[in-house]
């Protein structure tokens, strides 16, 4: 397991996954869901907070959760320079400092994909726990096996065993996520879904 307070407080995040900008995915499904303005959005392992701050510059009222308060401490930097607010709280996202079914929107990318095996069946139950019946979640997650040891794949199977009893899903896709300079400039081969709380 990462020791993400060193990780953060050391800079060595911004060598990993630290994105100066939204991720194209993110984006693109913003762009296509006509999500109604104003709505809760739960960022999950928010990180450094470039999704949360992108999804709070739409108008949707955010909340960034992440285990690491160097991380957050960072982010609500960022949020102020961008002058957005945001709502971040430390947190496990196997226990959501968030009040049941209040959310209509969650944004994974690279929360689930560290989650161990065994937990990721009440990192499901959490999420499905904080978002409203017809609510959808965003998750993006590492599928190359040039990472095994580091991250747990985001796979057809590991979605349907964890979230099927919460969620409907579109089909699992396979993407390329931009991630930092360690990776190589094709970046790290992931899988993308989005799912529908029933």
């Not at 990462?2 to 996954?17: C, I, L």
């Not at 999500?35 to 009222?61: H, K, M, T, W």
């Amino acid at each position: 397991m990462r020791d993400w307070e060193e990780v953060y407080t050391s800079g060595d995040f911004r060598n990993y996954w630290d994105l100066p900008y939204p991720s194209q995915e993110l984006v693109a499904f913003v762009a296509s869901m006509d999500l109604p303005p104003n709505i809760a959005v739960l960022d999950v392992g928010c990180g450094a907070g470039s999704e949360a701050i992108f999804l709070a510059q739409r108008g949707y009222r955010v909340i960034g959760v992440d285990l690491s308060a160097a991380a957050l401490n960072i982010a609500r930097e960022r949020a102020n320079k961008a002058e957005v607010q945001v709502d971040w709280r430390q947190g496990d996202a196997l226990k959501l400092p968030l009040e049941n079914l209040c959310v209509d929107m969650v944004n994974d990318r690279g929360c689930f994909h560290s989650i161990a095996e065994e937990n990721r069946g009440r990192f499901a139950e959490e999420v499905a726990r904080v978002l409203k019946p017809g609510g959808v979640m965003l998750l993006r997650g590492c599928r190359d096996k040039a990472e095994e040891g580091h991250f747990i794949f985001v796979t057809e199977q590991s979605v349907d065993q964890h979230f099927s009893r919460y969620f409907k899903r579109g089909p699992v896709l396979p993407i390329q996520m931009t991630v930092g300079k360690v990776y190589s400039e094709e970046g790290m081969k992931g899988n993308l879904v989005v799912l529908k709380r029933k």
